[in-house]
């Protein structure tokens, strides 16, 4: 029984440290495509997928990126060693829970949105980090925090016919700063977002009035579809985190698998296709973003793996290990073959990711049963 323990164990460290290479692998390709992918001599090249390296004029660099994520994955593994499952899942859950989860994801946005010319405009960023703060972060933290005190209940208002109300006061917040973003006429990008964020919000309660779809994922997905609209690759990097919030909401029995993966899944799409259609129908140009095409291609990267993996969770399938295996590396092959290799690396990382919680999970969590 012990040597059973120690091998779960051990296979979960090296899953983990394959996590790790990989995402440092990531670093290195992000590196190198920063070095040699400029299309500009000044400004924020985000088409080029790639971030200014000229730390000098004040640029996020490809190595920050790096070791930014290599300290914070060594961070997560050393915080996890003495946690329990269940009290990690209430963590995940409670940092992603979308108020709380806008606030850095906004701030990368807002930090992106603020060069003008490659020169930093801080009156721009903070006119832009307040209202993404007040609208799309604090009423509606505040409106849930009062209702769920209203109702007597948890924070995350489980019951699913309670959620109307602050569904209806966040399509309003993110409406009012939508509107204030459009008089101000600080950045189209953050403007049209905010339409975003009330319209998918508008759409979220619709869904939620039968099916109790995951805000979480949900409200996960519309900063890391813009940020991938902005950056590319680099934005889509955060999706990580993703399959990480999938365990998280199943395991505390606030969503099924279906209702987890499903809220990222009408998310992303949503937010990059509004995107591009408010852009047309409001006739407010946003900049050099990536195409609608890529921006596509890299949701399907991150989604892939976990829509397999929740398939093959609701069907009977004697050798499930197997056929999981079998259309991964299908998929792979799709990806490597017809798509840019920056899509094929953010469908390699998030698959990692998504083995690597699975087994992180075990018996819990029905993604290991289907794996090992």
């Not at 209430?90 to 108020?99: A, Q, Y």
């Not at 779809?213 to 950056?231: F, Q």
Request: proline content about 3%; overall charge positive; charged content about 10%.
């Amino acid at each position: 029984m012990q040597n059973s323990s120690v091998f779960k164990m051990s296979e979960r460290v090296f899953l983990l440290s394959v996590e790790l290479m990989a995402i440092m692998t990531a670093g290195g390709w992000c590196e190198h495509i920063a070095a040699n992918a400029r299309v500009q001599q000044s400004g924020f090249p985000f088409s080029s997928y790639a971030l200014a390296t000229t730390a000098g004029e004040g640029y996020i660099t490809a190595r920050g990126f790096k070791f930014f994520f290599i300290i914070l994955i060594y961070l997560i593994i050393l915080y996890i060693i003495n946690m329990n499952r269940l009290k990690i899942a209430e963590r995940i859950s409670t940092l992603t829970n979308p108020p709380i989860i806008t606030i850095p994801l906004f701030l990368i946005i807002c930090i992106v949105l603020s060069f003008d010319d490659g020169v930093f405009n801080l009156s721009k960023f903070i006119a832009l980090e307040l209202i993404s703060l007040v609208f799309a972060s604090v009423l509606p933290m505040a409106i849930i925090l009062y209702w769920a005190k209203k109702l007597g209940t948890d924070k995350d208002i489980s019951n699913r016919s309670d959620r109307s109300t602050p569904l209806i006061v966040g399509v309003i917040s993110y409406f009012i700063g939508f509107l204030i973003s459009l008089a101000a006429n600080l950045s189209n990008f953050m403007t049209i977002l905010l339409l975003c964020y009330s319209v998918n919000t508008l759409i979220v309660m619709i869904i939620t009035l039968k099916w109790k779809i995951s805000v979480h994922t949900t409200g996960l997905s519309g900063p890391i579809g813009a940020l991938i609209l902005l950056l590319g690759p680099f934005g889509a990097i955060f999706a990580i985190i993703y399959p990480i919030v999938i365990w998280s909401r199943v395991l505390l029995k606030k969503h099924t698998m279906a209702q987890a993966i499903c809220g990222a899944v009408q998310g992303f799409f949503l937010t990059i296709f509004e995107m591009y259609i408010f852009v047309d129908v409001l006739n407010l140009p946003v900049g050099n973003i990536i195409s609608l095409y890529i921006a596509s291609l890299l949701v399907l990267a991150i989604i892939a793996t976990p829509v397999l993996l929740g398939f093959l969770s609701y069907v009977e399938i004697k050798k499930s290990k197997l056929v999981f295996y079998l259309l991964e590396i299908i998929l792979a092959a799709l990806f490597y073959a017809f798509a840019p290799l920056d899509v094929f690396i953010i469908f390699a990382l998030i698959t990692v990711t998504s083995i690597s919680v699975s087994y992180f999970a075990g018996e819990d969590f029905i993604w290991y049963k289907k794996i090992r």
